[in-house]
C-alpha cells in the first residue's frame, strides 16, 4: 500500500476518533444512519472580528536583517535568546501533525515529517550542531499564536501566513514558501471555483485567514469552520459541505491523499508562510533568517522543495526572495 493511501486511513481515523456519538432512535427501534461529525466543527462559522492592525503600509513579508554570518553550534551569543535555548538543551517547535507533505506522521514509523518538519530540523542543527535536539508540539491553527506568546513554543512552523494583523502579537522570519488559497471539491463536482459556490457550505479551519477569506466570499457562501483543515477533509468526504478552502500547499496534500477529490479554480489570496516567533525576541528572528538565507544560497532549500513537495506543487520552484524593513 502507498504510503499516500496509509495517511489518508490514518488520518481519517484520527478525525473521527473524536467525533460525535451515538445517533437518536427512530419510531419503531430503527437507527438514524448519519455521518459523525469531528468535534469542534461551527456550522455557520463564528468569524471574530479583525484587530485595528498596523497601518496600510505594512509589508508582511518584510523580516529583520540576519547578521553577516551566523554564530557557531553551540556557541550563541551571551544572553540572546539562542543561548537560552542552547542552555536548556533543546529547540521547542509547534508544528502541524495532519497536514499531509508538511508536518504528518510516518504511518510506518510514527514519527514525525515533511517539509516544515526538515526546515525545524535545519534550524536545530543550526543552533546545536545537529537536529536531535529538538521537541515538536503539536498544535491547532488556533492556538499558534497563544503558544508562541505564553512560552510554550520557541518557534512555529506550521504553515502560518504573515499578515499586518498578526505582526502585531508575534514576529516573523523571512517567506519560506509563497501559498495561495484555492478550492477543493469532489472528483466529480461541477464547480470550477468560489464563485460556483453562492449559497453552499465552504469548510476552512477555524482561527485561519482563509476562513475570514471564506466568510468575506462574493457571492456569499455559507462558511464552515472546523479545528483543523483535515476534520474540513473529513465532512467534504461525508458529503457534510460542499468544498473545503485554504491554502493550495494543503489542498495539494488532501487531493493526494484522497484520489476522489480535486483542486480547482485559481488563487484568489496569497499566503505567504513564514516562522513565527515572540516580539521581544528579534535576536532570534535574524538568526532564523540567517539560517533561511544559508538555505536558499547553499541549495538547502532546493533539496528540501524536491523531497517533499515537487510532486504535488510542481517539479520546478525558487524559494521566496527574502524582504527586510531594517
Known amino acids: 500500500m502507498r504510503v499516500a493511501s496509509l495517511?489518508?486511513?490514518?488520518?481519517?481515523?484520527?478525525?473521527?476518533?473524536?467525533?460525535?456519538?451515538?445517533?437518536?432512535?427512530?419510531?419503531?427501534?430503527?437507527?438514524?444512519?448519519q455521518p459523525p461529525r469531528p468535534v469542534g466543527v461551527q456550522d455557520p462559522a463564528v468569524i471574530p472580528s479583525a484587530s485595528a492592525g498596523p497601518p496600510a503600509s505594512c509589508d508582511p513579508r518584510a523580516s529583520f536583517q540576519p547578521a553577516a554570518s551566523l554564530p557557531a553550534p553551540g556557541r550563541m551569543p551571551s544572553g540572546s535568546a539562542m543561548d537560552r535555548i542552547v542552555q536548556r538543551g533543546?529547540?521547542?517547535?509547534?508544528?502541524?501533525?495532519?497536514?499531509?507533505?508538511?508536518?504528518?506522521?510516518?504511518?510506518?514509523?510514527?514519527?514525525?515529517?515533511?517539509?516544515?518538519?526538515?526546515?525545524?530540523?535545519?534550524?536545530?542543527?543550526?543552533?546545536?550542531?545537529?537536529?536531535?535536539?529538538?521537541?515538536?508540539?503539536?498544535?491547532?491553527?488556533?492556538?499558534?499564536?497563544?503558544?508562541?506568546?505564553?512560552?510554550?513554543?520557541?518557534?512555529?512552523?506550521?504553515?502560518?501566513?504573515?499578515?499586518?494583523?498578526?505582526?502585531?502579537?508575534?514576529?516573523?522570519?523571512?517567506?519560506?514558501?509563497?501559498?495561495?488559497?484555492?478550492?477543493?471539491?469532489?472528483?466529480?463536482?461541477?464547480?470550477?471555483?468560489?464563485?460556483?459556490?453562492?449559497?453552499?457550505?465552504?469548510?476552512?479551519?477555524?482561527?485561519?485567514?482563509?476562513?475570514?477569506?471564506?466568510?468575506?466570499?462574493?457571492?456569499?457562501?455559507?462558511?464552515?469552520?472546523?479545528?483543523?483543515?483535515?476534520?474540513?477533509?473529513?465532512?467534504?468526504?461525508?458529503?457534510?459541505?460542499?468544498?473545503?478552502?485554504t491554502d493550495d500547499s494543503i489542498l495539494a496534500g488532501f487531493a493526494a491523499q484522497d484520489p476522489n477529490t480535486k483542486v480547482v479554480g485559481p488563487r484568489f489570496s496569497e499566503e505567504p508562510y513564514g516562522i513565527a516567533m515572540r516580539k521581544d525576541a528579534i535576536d532570534l528572528v535574524r538568526f532564523v533568517n540567517g539560517v533561511l538565507a544559508r538555505m536558499r544560497a547553499d541549495g538547502t532549500w532546493a533539496a528540501l522543495y524536491r523531497r517533499w513537495l515537487a510532486d504535488a506543487l510542481g517539479a520546478t520552484a525558487s524559494p521566496p526572495v527574502a524582504r527586510y524593513r531594517d
Open 7 to 33: 495517511v489518508a486511513l490514518l488520518t481519517a481515523t484520527v478525525a473521527l476518533a473524536g467525533c460525535a456519538g451515538a445517533q437518536p432512535p427512530l419510531p419503531g427501534g430503527e437507527t438514524a444512519v
Open 90 to 245: 533543546r529547540l521547542i517547535v509547534g508544528v502541524d501533525q495532519n497536514n499531509y507533505l508538511f508536518g504528518f506522521r510516518d504511518p510506518l514509523t510514527g514519527e514525525l515529517t515533511g517539509f516544515e518538519i526538515s526546515l525545524a530540523r535545519t534550524i536545530a542543527s543550526a543552533l546545536f550542531g545537529d537536529d536531535r535536539h529538538i521537541q515538536f508540539r503539536t498544535l491547532s491553527a488556533a492556538d499558534r499564536i497563544k503558544a508562541i506568546q505564553d512560552g510554550t513554543v520557541d518557534i512555529v512552523v506550521r504553515a502560518m501566513t504573515m499578515t499586518c494583523d498578526r505582526w502585531n502579537e508575534v514576529a516573523f522570519s523571512t517567506e519560506y514558501l509563497s501559498a495561495g488559497q484555492r478550492i477543493l471539491v469532489r472528483a466529480d463536482s461541477r464547480v470550477d471555483g468560489l464563485d460556483d459556490l453562492a449559497g453552499r457550505k465552504v469548510c476552512a479551519a477555524v482561527a485561519s485567514t482563509s476562513i475570514r477569506n471564506v466568510a468575506n466570499a462574493n457571492p456569499p457562501v455559507v462558511p464552515v469552520a472546523a479545528v483543523n483543515a483535515l476534520d474540513c477533509l473529513v465532512l467534504l468526504q461525508q458529503n457534510q459541505v460542499d468544498a473545503v478552502s
